[in-house]
């Protein structure tokens, strides 16, 4: 399996764009986690499904936040309008059941200027 | 509300070293997860225990449950396992992990 994939991998954005991060899971994972790290806050959970229904959203900062997984194998991350205190590292994690081990994908660096 | 906390935040050592890296926790746990972030940002599952001790390579994790305290030993210690080493609980109840705000380990040649 190839492990979990995030794309982009990169993104430059300016303040006010809508930006869209992508997971993909490992195959059979039934859970997924997305985490925001920064050097002030370190890794903070944003949200997590479970057989793709949201489960706790209690970390999403805000509304202009939002995650969907349409299926098993893809959940997105939108950030609309984004703001320059949106730049960290944006991990997607899966697990294959409740309270098990994490694997985590490559992670998204965003930056808006 | 369960709070985690790693020492030391810092951590230099010369190659070959014994090191160790502390983990305490404030409410029972389901789970304790050492994770390591090397530079490049990549993070890596170590071990998740709940009690005991695992071992993997040069790498040891213990628990103390009753202390509500785990450990991450590296034995002959290589400028390769210099990373960021991450330390989380796992509650009952949910999935959500409380994480450590890391050890930065160096070890030089």
């Known amino acids: 399996d190839a492990g979990v994939i995030q794309s982009p991998r990169h993104e430059v954005t300016e303040m006010g764009q809508e930006v869209t991060l992508r997971c993909k899971p490992i195959?059979?994972?039934?859970?997924l986690f997305w985490y925001r790290q920064t050097m002030m806050r370190g890794l903070e959970l944003l949200i997590y499904f479970n057989n793709n229904v949201p489960i706790d959203d209690s970390g999403m900062p805000e509304d202009r936040f939002s995650a969907k997984m349409p299926n098993a194998s893809f959940s997105t991350l939108k950030i609309q309008p984004s703001e320059p205190r949106d730049s960290a590292v944006y991990f997607c994690a899966s697990s294959v059941y409740r309270g098990y081990e994490q694997f985590f994908g490559p992670g998204t660096r965003l930056t808006v200027l | 509300k369960n709070e985690v906390e790693q020492s030391p935040q810092n951590l230099t050592a010369q190659e070959g070293e014994f090191i160790t890296i502390n983990c305490s926790y404030s409410?029972?746990?389901?789970?304790l997860h050492w994770l390591q972030q090397h530079p490049g940002g990549g993070i890596v599952s170590l071990f998740m225990l709940s009690s005991g001790k695992k071992k993997h390579g040069r790498l040891i994790a213990t628990i103390n449950i009753q202390e509500k305290h785990s450990s991450l030993h590296i034995t002959a210690s290589h400028p390769r396992d210099s990373a960021v080493y991450i330390c989380?609980?796992?509650?009952?109840?949910?999935?959500?992990?409380?994480f450590g705000t890391g050890t930065r380990l160096t070890i030089i040649p």
């Open positions: 195959s059979g994972h039934d859970y």
């Open positions: 989380a609980s796992g509650n009952f109840g949910n999935e959500k992990l409380t």
């Open positions: 409410v029972g746990i389901s789970a």
